[in-house]
């Protein structure tokens, strides 16, 4: 059996927009609903969303048939242990939340490859990564499908954005709208101009040094300023406020008394 593919690391390395939503009700059904609409890749959100690597597992299992939609997996911080988790139920491209510094960068690139190159651990034959030893010399095959994305998402991550840029084998830079506001005193306000201007600085950075960039917002103008800029990997919506959008608008005909 043939290690699968990163088309999703291969698409962005390529320069194709790829385009997404986040998956937040740690639902199989849901996931695979999605995956079914034809996204390009779908977020299993593992820091705000109630998933954990079992959860997780269920959501890859759904989504994988669908062969044109790839799984991100979010851990819910930047831990060695639980990038290993995530590794070994078969995810093959994680986003980590708040890097701030390059130390911080450069500790996940290691905890996705395997030594001598990083440090992830041993145990393939446990894992459904390796499909329990069925796939094709997994462990020297493997590091070479890891796509990692890192979040940027912070004051402090801004300032030090160029020494993140310089880690080696880092395949993208995401920046979190929301945090930023926050980190820059515009709380609830992932829209201000100022952090807007800052996030489109911060993509022709990544651009510059041929890594893709990324980006969550439901604002369609808005993201075409961001793909302009460079933002390859765009979230264009949230599962929960897609559905309580939807559900609210069709409550909203009934209750205004409109006939449809």
């Known amino acids: 059996m043939k290690i699968p593919q990163n088309t999703f690391r291969d698409a962005l390395k390529a320069g194709k927009p790829q385009i997404g939503c986040w998956v937040g009700f740690a639902s199989p059904d849901v996931a695979e609903a999605l995956a079914g609409c034809g996204f390009d890749w779908l977020l299993i959100d593992g820091e705000h969303a109630p998933n954990d690597p079992r959860t997780a597992l269920d959501q890859l299992r759904a989504i994988a048939p669908y062969t044109k939609t790839h799984a991100v997996v979010r851990a819910v911080e930047a831990d060695v242990a639980l990038v290993k988790q995530y590794l070994d139920i078969g995810a093959q491209t994680l986003l980590i939340p708040m890097i701030d510094t390059a130390e911080q960068a450069a500790l996940m690139v290691q905890a996705m490859r395997y030594p001598p190159e990083g440090i992830r651990g041993m145990g393939a034959a446990l894992a459904r990564a390796s499909r329990w030893n069925q796939v094709d010399d997994y462990l020297n095959q493997a590091n070479g499908q890891m796509c990692l994305l890192v979040q940027v998402e912070t004051r402090t991550g801004m300032d030090n954005l160029d020494a993140i840029l310089e880690v080696e084998c880092i395949d993208g830079i995401f920046f979190g709208a929301a945090d930023l506001a926050a980190s820059y005193g515009f709380k609830g306000e992932s829209n201000h101009p100022e952090i807007i201007e800052r996030i ?15 980006v969550l917002c439901n604002d369609k103008a808005l993201n075409q300023r961001y793909m302009d800029a460079g933002a390859n990997f765009v979230a264009v919506g949230v599962d929960a406020l897609l559905l309580a959008q939807a559900t609210s608008d069709l409550l909203g005909q009934y209750k205004r008394g409109v006939q449809v």
């Open 200 to 214: 489109l600085t911060g993509l022709a950075k990544v651009k510059s040094k041929g890594l893709a960039g990324g």
